[in-house]
């Protein structure tokens, strides 16, 4: 896998699975993806301005 | 110190110490803890920690305690709770805790101060400290070398520290790197010459990429020997780990050519060097074996490469070895590498770079590319775009929801209902009251047989829908009944989730079993037939019908192609049924018809129709089945009225088992090719219904079809289309498409007229006898 590849590891499934748990609430696939990249963007030190 | 409480317990004198002991030892568990938040401790970590040496009953038996202890917290139920584990909890204001929310931590000061911070676990936490320690220690360490420095002239025996391995916990954001503590920043001396910007930036043997701003600045041991270059004055034993702090008095020549530079006298603080941006001091440094003699030409040093600012993502890279023939590269960030090493100055010698990086956060200046690897091939994306732009890109989103889907598929700790995934372990659970009170419900007549989550949400179980914890309640009601499949059957969709008692249906059921109709509808799954009416559906816009006489007379319609372009369909694979409400604008009501989805040799079909198409209805009126918005699976049927007329119609005599034609009154917009009237099919009158048996062979029904409205022609019955199909669907659903394949070649005594477009023959001389 190339370093810059998102593709998602397991690391990255229980990262989702801890933040879907803290959520308490279910999620859809679209939101967990959504949360994905977001997790992916934070990890690159990139932060929505209105968060 | 002995804390004393205020809370008065029950028991004897020895249960009342015993509890305020262990309240004490719970308590101190949980300092930090809010006032209301759950303490838990098990009786054997309580007791362990009472008797453990220095705590308040130490020297005390622990296996005599323990039941002492169970029974003295036992007493005191206001103040321990107990657990089904047998876990004892309370809490810091001496309240047994009784959660409302199942435990949950919504509106606590971490949720309403720091939506981000994560619930560290036990190791992770430890590892956490155990990190903070080491680095605290470290930095005294070095705090210690800066102070003697000045005084030994050979090199300190300094503790040998390991690389430090790149930890991946460091990047799972524990805790937000921003409100990790930062190390305190050690001055440099004053009397560092500033005007010396020439010399190499201060390097880091081998050390892993930082993952944080928080990595403390120890002198980072040796390369390893085998990347080191070998001198004619290297010792051939030269230590691999290299002292922390160098002979500063000796001659540079004299210094062993292993010692990395950043570990050297010769470098210069980090101040020194040209400022450089924070990914820069984050990324891997290269290879720190730049010897240190000063005399090694320039041209043999290797240039020291600053990683691309690619964050703290980026691997850490492996020491390069020297190589003499490397061309030196007059980068302006690293003037140094260029600089002979006999003008460095001999100034006194410093460690490691005393100046951790700045720990500020990383400017973000371009673009963040990454790819993600779709069916179409890798497709790059720019993390710096905003959530939602990056959302827009389909490939991407679909591969990510793909993989994500199927990892989650695996994964045993989660549940899905339709749309919805959530972790099992943090579902509710219900009591076979609760079960009970829910079938109940569903028997009262007002229910109708079937109930929508919400409704048992709020009618059963007194959830209201405002409450926080809703979403997670109903799903965990619908995952549950869905596992209740002896009581309760699922016939929802995913946006509207009905539930029934099982094998009932509120919905009215065929003259025929369920089971007759399914296979008589079995065409529609047929694959060789499907694919021709795929191209028949595309052609029609909305569903559109002309009700037949099988479906007029069994109340049902087909869940054809059309059909399912409209409705979203079953949301498990083993989803026998789903329930469908049919408004009726032109009546003012509405009914409750059921899907039955296709299985095996079955078709899918909707039934409970009876009431509409008998009552207000004949075979041959045409209607429209209209999506609304009230629901994915809320219809409209619309129909046009008209005067109302009189005409004879056929009708099956169930007494005599015959059709015959008799007058019926009726105000319906109808299709003149389908209106089965006396005028047009007269030769069915007294027409005897077909056996079982040979309604279920079509070229049988087809013929039968050809003796009723077919002419002679040269001992050939010839009919057109539009006066067979009717004709054909009294006894058995058989669509346009598939009956233009039983005519075209499917049988040889069946064939079309080639001179009359729309026109067939049947051809008894070629039927075998």
């Known amino acids: 896998m190339a370093a810059n590849d998102i593709t998602p590891t397991t690391r990255d499934l229980e990262r989702l699975i801890d ?4 959520s308490g609430r279910p999620q859809t696939i679209s939101s967990l993806v959504r949360r994905y990249l977001e997790m992916a963007r934070e990890e690159r030190g990139i932060r929505d301005a209105a968060k | 110190m002995e804390t004393e409480t205020q809370i008065a317990f029950e028991g004897t004198k020895e249960e009342k110490e015993i509890a305020a002991r262990a309240f004490e030892v719970m308590k101190r568990k949980g300092m930090l803890f809010g006032a209301n938040a759950p303490i838990k401790m098990s009786a054997d970590a309580i007791v362990k920690a009472l008797t453990k040496e220095g705590g308040a009953m130490s020297g005390r038996n622990a296996a005599d305690l323990t039941p002492r202890l169970i029974s003295a917290l036992e007493k005191n139920p206001a103040v321990f709770g107990r657990e089904a584990g047998g876990d004892f909890v309370t809490t810091k204001s001496g309240r047994a805790p009784h959660s409302q929310n199942g435990g949950q931590n919504t509106h606590t000061f971490k949720q309403r101060l ?5 619930t560290l676990d036990a190791g992770a936490s430890r590892e956490y400290v155990e990190t903070l320690m080491n680095r605290a220690a470290e930095r005294e360490a070095f705090i210690d070398t800066l102070a003697d420095m000045p005084a030994p002239p050979t090199p300190r025996n300094t503790p040998h520290l390991p690389p430090q391995p790149h930890k991946p916990v460091e990047f799972q954001t524990l805790i937000p790197s921003h409100l990790i503590p930062k190390p305190p920043v050690v001055e440099e001396p004053d009397e560092e010459p500033r005007e010396e910007p020439v010399q190499p930036a201060p390097q880091r043997a081998t050390e892993p990429a930082a993952p944080t701003p928080t990595t403390p600045s120890v002198p980072a041991p040796a390369t390893p020997a085998a990347a080191q270059t070998p001198t004619a004055s290297a010792p051939a034993s030269a230590p691999t780990g290299t002292p922390a702090v ?10 062993p050519a292993t010692q990395p530079a950043a570990t050297t006298g010769t470098t210069p603080p980090a101040t020194e060097a040209p400022a450089r941006r924070p990914e820069e001091t984050a990324a891997p440094r290269p290879a720190a074996t730049t010897p240190a003699t000063g005399v090694a030409p ?5 240039p020291p490469t600053v990683a691309p600012a690619t964050g703290s993502a980026q691997p850490a890279t492996q020491p390069r070895p020297q190589t003499p023939s490397a061309q030196p590269q007059p980068t302006e960030a690293r003037p140094a590498a260029a600089q002979p090493a006999v003008d460095t100055p001999p100034a006194r010698p410093k460690p490691a770079p005393a100046a951790p990086a700045a720990p500020v956060a990383p400017v973000i200046t371009g673009p963040i590319e990454v790819t993600v690897q779709t069916a179409g091939g890798p497709v790059t994306i720019d993390l710096t775009r905003s959530l939602d732009e990056l959302l827009e890109n389909e490939a991407v989103v679909a591969t990510l929801e793909g993989t994500i889907g199927t990892m989650l598929e695996s994964d045993t700790r989660i549940v899905r209902f339709g749309s919805e995934i959530f972790v099992e372990e943090a579902t509710e659970r219900f009591s076979k009251g609760d079960f009970r009170r829910i079938r109940e419900y569903l028997e009262e007549p007002e229910t109708g047989g079937v109930a929508s989550d919400r409704d048992i949400m709020t009618d059963v179980l007194g959830r209201r829908a405002e409450h926080p914890d809703y979403d997670r309640a109903r799903f965990s009601l619908n995952t549950k009944l869905l596992r209740e499949k002896k009581d309760f059957e699922f016939v929802g969709i995913d946006t509207d989730r009905l539930w029934i008692i099982a094998n009932s249906s509120p919905a009215t059921h065929p003259v025929r079993k369920p089971a007759e109709i399914g296979q008589d509808y079995r065409y529609l799954e047929d694959p060789a037939i499907q694919s021709v009416e795929d191209e028949d559906a595309a052609e029609v816009p909305a569903y559109e019908h002309s009700l037949t006489y099988y479906e007029y007379e069994n109340g049902v319609l087909p869940y054809d192609r059309r059909f399912k372009r409209i409705f979203p369909g079953a949301v498990f694979e083993d989803q026998r049924a789903s329930l469908i409400r049919f408004e009726i604008p032109q009546l003012y009501g509405a009914l409750i018809a059921e899907l ?9 079909f909707i039934m409970g129709l009876n009431e509409l198409f008998t009552g207000h209805l004949v075979p041959g009126a045409r209607f429209q089945i209209v999506p609304t918005d009230r629901g994915e699976d809320v219809f409209e049927v619309r129909y046009t009225s008209v005067k109302e007329r009189e005409e004879n119609l056929l009708q099956l005599d169930e007494r005599r088992g015959r059709y015959v034609f008799r007058p019926v ?11 089965l009237t006396e005028t047009k099919f007269g030769k069915l009158h007294n027409q005897k219904k077909l056996e079982e048996g040979e309604r279920k062979k079509p070229d049988l029904i087809i013929i039968n079809a050809f003796e009723a409205v077919g002419e002679d022609l040269d001992g050939k019955r010839w009919a057109l289309f539009d006066d067979i199909f009717p004709v054909v669907n009294i006894e058995r659903p058989i669509s346009p498409t598939w009956l233009r394949t039983l005519l075209s070649g499917a049988y040889p005594y069946f064939y079309a007229d080639e001179t009359n477009e729309g026109a067939y023959f049947y051809d008894a001389s070629k039927k075998p006898s």
Not at chain 2, 246 to 255: D, E, H, S, V
Not at chain 2, 298 to 302: E, G, P, R
């Open chain 1, 19 to 22: 933040w879907m748990r803290r």
């Open chain 2, 114 to 118: 720091n939506t981000e911070a994560t």
């Open chain 2, 246 to 255: 160098p002979a500063p008095t000796q001659p540079q020549t004299a210094a």
């Open chain 2, 298 to 302: 320039a041209a043999s040093t290797a």
């Open chain 2, 596 to 604: 039955r989805y296709p299985t095996g040799n079955r078709g899918g």
């Open chain 2, 665 to 675: 009154s009726y105000s319906v917009e109808t299709d003149p090719a389908m209106l």
